[in-house]
């Protein structure tokens, strides 16, 4: 797994290098693709229940999901990257979301939550601590914040497929749900509404989803696994 979340992040680090003012989010998928058969690595999303490509991109008020289009990022965008890979059988899943060019200080404070909510979340995943800490995390930092989170779209457990048990929500109870032990892998996917609704919808492509209200959004993940020293971010180089 440690194989494929560096591919992973290969094409996180691709892609962010990539993106700017006038590129096309289907250029991204290029990237994307490019260093997926540069690894001899495959795509866990292109064909999942129909993917049509091997990242989403979702851009401001898109939440998750977003199909890579032609339509070219502009100033003041953000935009939000999600994309695995298989080695070996094995997978791995991420996302992060950033600014093309300057962006406003809400839409920045915004990003910046979303990463400290991932952060949270990791340092959460601790042997002998509980999923419950996980969820918590989350939504401690996002509520500090005066954000929302979409109840409908979690975080999950991941290995010989994309999507296992458990769920992994982006709330909960301290102490609470299945005890965290050495191997368990999870991928761990805060999702920040800056509006602070906590509902989203999905468009008629049957993929995007969006804020109702028309807010931004934000989304980061990590492929996590507990060790007997801490946690381990398998989707960062
Ligand atoms: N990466 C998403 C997740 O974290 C899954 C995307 S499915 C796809 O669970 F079909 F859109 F690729
Ligand atoms: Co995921």
């Known amino acids: 797994m440690r194989a494929a979340g560096r591919v992973v992040a290969e094409m996180h680090q691709a892609i962010r290098a990539a993106a700017a003012p ?11 693709r490019d260093v997926l058969s540069s690894r001899s ?8 229940h129909g993917y049509p ?3 989403c991109a979702s851009v401001n008020d898109e939440v998750v999901h977003g199909i890579p289009n032609e339509r070219p990022l502009q100033i003041g965008d953000i935009v939000s990257i999600d994309c695995g ?22 839409a920045q404070r915004l990003i910046d939550t979303a990463d400290r909510a991932l952060a949270a979340a990791v340092a959460a995943m601790n042997s002998g601590g509980h999923l419950g800490d996980v969820g918590a995390a989350v939504e401690s930092v996002v509520q500090m914040a005066g954000y929302g989170s979409p109840r ?4 999950h457990g991941i290995g010989r497929a994309m999507h296992e048990d458990p769920d992994v929500e982006n709330r909960g109870r301290r102490g609470k749900g299945p005890r965290l032990e050495p191997g368990v892998v999870l991928a761990i996917e805060p999702m920040l509404i800056a509006g602070g609704r906590d509902d989203v ?4 492509d049957d993929w995007t989803v969006v804020t109702v209200d028309g807010s931004l959004a934000a989304h980061t993940e990590h492929t996590v696994v507990v060790t007997d020293r801490g946690p381990e971010i398998l989707t960062r180089l």
Not at 41 to 48: K, Q, R, W
């Open 201 to 204: 919808m999905v468009l008629d």
């Open 41 to 48: 690595a495959t795509s866990n999303f292109l064909g999942y």
């Open 22 to 32: 006038g590129v096309t989010t289907l250029q991204l998928d290029r990237v994307a």
């Open 85 to 106: 890979a298989i080695v070996n059988g094995w997978h791995g899943d991420a996302a992060f979301t950033m600014g093309i060019g300057t962006i406003e200080a809400d």
């Open 152 to 155: 409908d779209y979690c975080g």
């Open 53 to 55: 490509a091997v990242i």
